[in-house]
C-alpha cells in the first residue's frame, strides 16, 4: 500500500480550483504491518499528503533547527532573531554560483540584513533529496523564501520566549505560535480532507490488479454555522466509539486502537450518513472482496 501524487479538482460554488498535492513517507511504516493483518505485504508505506512545496518548507525549517526542543537563546525577541540563533547552532555550506544567482533574484528589494538572513538560512538547508536538478532547487528555494516572508521572518513581531512562569520555551513552541496565527482559519475558511489508498494484489495464479480506496471532502466553514471534516472524521468517530463503550457493545477491554469488527463496523457505516465514506475502485470485478483472499 503506499501514497501516490494526485492532482484533484475541488468544486467550489462559483469555480473549480486545481490542486497539486505531494507525499511523503509519515516515519516507520512497518511497525503497522501486523497491526492491519498486512504481514506478507511485499511493499507497504503509509505517507502524508500536503500541498505542493510543503515539504521542501518544513524541511528547510528542521535543518536550521527551528523546530527544535532547544530553549530560546537570551537576547531573542524576534523570528529574525531565532532564525539568527540557530544560525550559530548549525554549519552553513558553501552556496554554488547558482545557488547565490538564485537568492539574489529572491531576495531582489529586501534589505541587505534581510537578504543576508535568507543567505543564512538557504545556505543551511540539505538539497541532497533533490539531487541537483536545477528546476526543483529553484521550486524548492522559491517556496521557502515566500514562506519566510508570509511568517514574519522579516517583521519586528515579538515572539513569546517564556511561559507563564518566566521559564524559556523551547524553539519549536515559540516558533509554532508563529504559524499557528499566521495560518489559522478565519471564519470563512473551509478545511479538506484527502486520503488515498492503493493495493497492488497478487492472485493465486500470479496475476497482479490494483484497487483504489479514496476519500475527498470538504468541511464547512464557521460563519456558515457548520462544522469542519476534521471535526466530522475525528470527532464523530470518536464520539461514536465512546457511545458503544457505553452501550456495552465493545467486548475489548482497556485503550484500544480501532483494529477490531466490533469497532470499526459499526463506526463506519454510522460514518456513512454523515458522509463521511470512501469511493472504493478496482482493475478486478468484486474488487477486494472477492471470494478468493489475493496476496498483498
Known sequence: MASEPLKCVVDDDDASMAMKLESYPNRDSTVFLDRFGMADCRTFIRGTYRFQGFSSVISAFHDVGLTSDDLVADGVRTLRDLCRQRFEKVAAWTLTAGKRELCARLTDGLPEADRRLVEGLLSRVDTGYLRGDP????????????????????????????DGKGKRRSCLDAFCDVMAEKMAHSEVDRDLVVMRHVFIMEDQDGKQWRHTSTMMQAGQSHASGGSSIMSQTVGVTAAIGARLVLEGKVPQRGVLSPVYKELYQPILKELQRFGVLMVEESERPGGAAGSNRPKL
Open 135 to 162: 528546476v526543483r532547487i529553484e521550486s524548492a528555494f522559491r517556496s521557502i523564501v515566500k514562506t519566510m516572508r508570509f511568517l514574519g521572518f522579516f517583521s519586528d513581531a515579538e515572539l513569546k520566549v517564556e
